[in-house]
DNA sequence: AGATACAGTGTATGTCGTACGGAGTTGATC
DNA sequence: GATCAACTCCGTACGACATACACTGTATCT
């Protein structure tokens, strides 16, 4: 019932605090903010117990009185590393969306190494829920059910993992596999589909369609996806209201 | 130019081999399978390359005359552990991708370990180009460009992705954090969610909304979701045929 | 036959996460 | 206001794991 990690709680600010002894000279805050400058530095691998203590000017051990283990610290950074959420204005639930998901895309391009840690779990930590709360509020506002919205949410949520993973895959932010990006990428999949067996991949390599980098970056191809999601939403939505009339 | 992991072109069967010397005595395809069975058996985590050695009955240090590493051990895994996508037959577009959607869903849920690594890189296995094959001629040939086609596979394939992580998630197949999945879930967001602040989120809590485990493993809710993209596919096939004619 | 390239192995090393116990510090209690 | 308990922080140690290196035996080519 309540094994929730700690850090959880303490995300939430639920922690008693201790009521004794010295005051912590640290807070959760400071050690994920920490962890999340070497993340954004040297990507997920650089962050260690000990490089994270170190640019806090504190031992190793010390951060287990924060964190009870490496796992939680990243369930922490994942976190605190979510800006907050758009905010509605008087925007159409469909601009809504559009900025919130895109929104959502951005920060996790921003901190690719989130693509590492937050698909795998449920949400948990405030900054989260807070984005999942505005969608659902929005969405439900538009007059779909709280079933509905939650699937909405959702999908629209896996689109922005997915769009904000191609785009770093594309951009080659990560910085790793040989040839840089997209370029290499291509020329990769042209060796290997020449043999034969790949009628569609073939066509699409040879009409150039891969090779248009740019367009993720100006994110053309991200509001075709989305519209495409728009537009179910908003079938939907004009079902509800003729049923409902 | 050719810095791609070695492994990726074992993969394809263009290494050269060995034309001296003894002959190996396994294959990348055996090694892939040793671990796939460990993956399954005891999660990501028990993947080590000596477990994989101990379950092959070779030492740890021969497996790296398969893979040059542990990261491409990943690689040649999370390949291998991709059946082969369904058979279009004469299934019309809007039922060909919903097979292939779920068969990717469900293999994916079969694998959980593999929403650990799949996401994180570009596809380049023979299993996955063909997946993205079969996808791309189908949503060709209904009337969509090459780049359209791309954009619809690469959606679809998200939403794969993100329906098996919740499915996962909700079954709790993990079976790490505490309380028994969905349940465990709820109670704690009713907990934390309390104090207010997220009035959309709360009133999805109340409404139950959350509580319908069920309908994720009945797949009502992949359905439901599915729904939304494949009617934005319509509108804008139909916008095409309206054009084009 | 002799040379050569290659598969498989054992040992050693470096990196990490983290368990354990100690020392110093602060607030609560009598 | 003295004592005690809770608590933070730290140093050390250990165990798990990936992998570099050097070596041995074997199969093919010249």
Known sequence: ????????????????GPRRGPRPGLTLDLVAAAAIGIADAEGLAGV?????????????????????????????????????????????????????TRANRDFLAAHPWLLEIAPLTPPTGPRALRWLDRALSVVTGAGL???????????????????????????????ETGPEGLAGYTALLGRLVGPGGYPGLAAALESGAF????????????????????????????RREENTS
């Open 1 to 16: 019932m309540d094994k929730l990690p700690v850090v959880v709680a303490r995300m939430w600010g639920l922690d008693p």
């Open 48 to 100: 260690r117990m000990g490089s994270v203590a170190a640019a806090l000017g504190v031992s190793t051990m010390s951060l287990y009185g924060y964190v009870a283990s490496k796992d939680e610290l990243l369930i922490a950074m994942a976190d605190a590393a979510a800006p907050d959420p758009p905010e509605p204005g008087d925007l159409t639930w469909r601009d809504y969306l559009t900025a919130w």
């Open 145 to 175: 059910t709280a079933g509905e919205a939650i699937n909405v949410a959702t999908t629209l949520s896996a689109y922005a993992v997915s769009s904000a993973t191609l785009l770093v895959a594309m951009t080659g932010t990560v910085a």
């Open 211 to 238: 090779g248009a980098a740019s367009d993720w970056v100006e994110d053309a191809d991200f509001t075709f996806g989305l519209t495409l999601l728009l537009d179910g939403i908003e079938a939907l939505i004009t």
